[in-house]
């Protein structure tokens, strides 16, 4: 349970923070955001009736068996929206601008923030009293209600530190992370039960260091129990889950893979392409599944509509690699947040601009199912690739697509009003590592070929 608002305005008391609306004077006026001074509105009258959300979750959690963990976000930029969302900029903010990376907007390749102002409400981690202020409110979550555990997510926002000073400020938040450890763990043992502690990360080990989270060093000192590499924003099936388990060997830590509804390009994420994640993340080492904003990014319906029976089912099943083995899948390769090119900074594979005839690139989806045996049984219905490019000329671009080094025969292809799609059936999917390779053979004039979406889908009888 994500236990802030913002990211110092709560629904219950602290003294770290206030409570969400209390310092608000003028709600935005905008049609479609109501909702901003409603949750303020219930928050205010929960709290006059006595009832404090974290205690009455974590009892609601007990009596079904459930343990609760409240989750911080360790510094959300939802805030940085001045027509939605300034109302949840607290009061301690707005006297000690001297402790938030403020202006210039931090520039971060596939995340665009919010950057109307030029100024982010992000907290500078650098900043011992920042620091101070995180681990107080941690601590005594932890110490006054009865949580099982904590979880700290720094996938909430994407920047700790002013620009350009990351590795200079990542000791400071190893040093923030060993005394939540340290504290956690002395509060657990005056309470004489076990606990906890999971951290939400940067997908690769590259983009922990990059934004100042030395998390190779977190799980090597074993700081934490779990750890869930995952993109902020997107479902991101390219997440470094094996070099993550691989860290993780010989210490007590463990790693899972991390789901979301929202995905790029690709529309929402079904059950198929999320039991595809799963899939890819159990074959990879990880021992558990993360759901992120699984009841925020559903498809939209009113607020009073239970979860369908198809999100019910999921929720039943993910968690056993083996109850989705036989589950249809929809791999992807994914996409840039703001649809950049690796080259032009963009953060994922795709898109990807091939320029020049005898040109190709390569591409990876790792798949977790058991095809082999599938094919054995008869249980396979069919396994497809889609190539999804910007509209091209067919008279003057020729490409060829490979599959674990397999040309493909042609493969029928679709006009759409701005993009070209060519799908190819019965293709040779292999369980673990699938290479898919796309050579442009011939290309007229000053075009390129741009690669928008790679799907492999495999379904079962």
């Known amino acids: 349970n994500s236990m802030g608002r913002g990211d110092e305005t709560f629904s219950h008391p602290s003294e770290f923070g206030e409570v969400y609306g209390s310092n608000v004077t003028e709600w935005p006026q905008a049609e479609g955001l109501e909702y901003v001074r409603w949750m303020a509105d219930s928050t205010r009258a929960l709290l006059d009736q006595g009832v404090n959300i974290i205690e009455l979750l974590a009892a609601r959690a007990h009596e079904r068996g459930m343990q609760f963990w409240p989750a911080l976000r360790m510094n959300d930029i939802h805030e940085d929206d001045t027509g939605r969302w300034s109302a949840l900029r607290s009061t301690f903010k707005k006297e000690h601008p001297e402790l938030l990376i403020g202006s210039p907007y931090p520039k971060v390749s596939g995340y665009p923030g919010y950057r109307q102002d030029d100024f982010t409400w992000a907290f500078n981690f650098a900043c011992e009293e920042v620091r101070e202020r995180k681990l107080g409110l941690i601590l005594e979550t932890c110490e006054r209600y009865d949580v099982d555990g904590f ?27 060993r005394k939540v450890r340290a504290g956690t763990a002395e509060i657990a043992k005056r309470k004489g039960r076990p606990f906890t502690l999971m951290f939400r990360v940067p997908p690769t080990r590259q983009r922990c260091l990059d934004t100042g989270l030395d998390v190779p060093t977190w799980i090597r000192e074993e700081l934490a129990d779990l750890f ?27 790693v899972g893979g991390g789901l979301e509804r929202a995905s790029k390009v690709y529309g929402y994420a079904g059950n198929d392409m999320l039991y595809a994640a799963a899939s890819s993340f159990y074959h990879q080492g990880a021992s558990f599944i993360y759901l992120f904003n699984y009841d925020c990014h559903r498809l939209p319906r009113t607020a009073s509509e239970c979860y369908t029976p198809d999100e019910i089912q999921l929720l039943r099943e993910i968690h056993d690699p083996r109850r989705i083995a036989r589950r249809n899948k929809r791999y992807t390769v994914s996409v840039d947040m703001q649809l950049n090119t690796p080259d032009r900074g963009g953060e994922m594979p795709l898109p990807y601009e091939i320029a020049g005839a005898g040109q190709s690139q390569a591409f990876s989806i790792v798949v977790g199912d058991d095809v082999e045996s599938a094919r054995r049984e008869q249980a396979l219905a069919d396994t497809w690739l889609r190539i999804t490019c910007r509209e091209y000329d067919p008279a003057l671009v020729e490409a060829s697509v490979s599959l674990n080094g397999q040309l493909l025969d042609s493969g029928h292809r679709i006009e759409l009003p701005s993009s070209t799609t060519v799908t190819f059936r019965d293709v040779p999917v292999v369980q673990g590592t699938n290479r898919i390779e796309v050579a442009l053979d011939r290309i007229s004039g000053p075009d390129v070929l741009r690669i928008e979406g790679i799907e492999l889908v495999i379904a079962y009888s």
Do not use: H
């Open 228 to 254: 869930i590499p995952m993109d902020n924003a997107y479902l991101d099936m390219g997440a470094e889950i094996a070099a993550f388990t691989k860290l993780a060997e010989g210490t007590s830590c463990r």
């Open 151 to 177: 979880e700290m997510d720094f996938q909430r926002g994407r920047w700790y530190f002013k620009q350009g000073e990351e590795a200079e400020g990542m000791p400071l938040m190893t040093d923030l992370v």
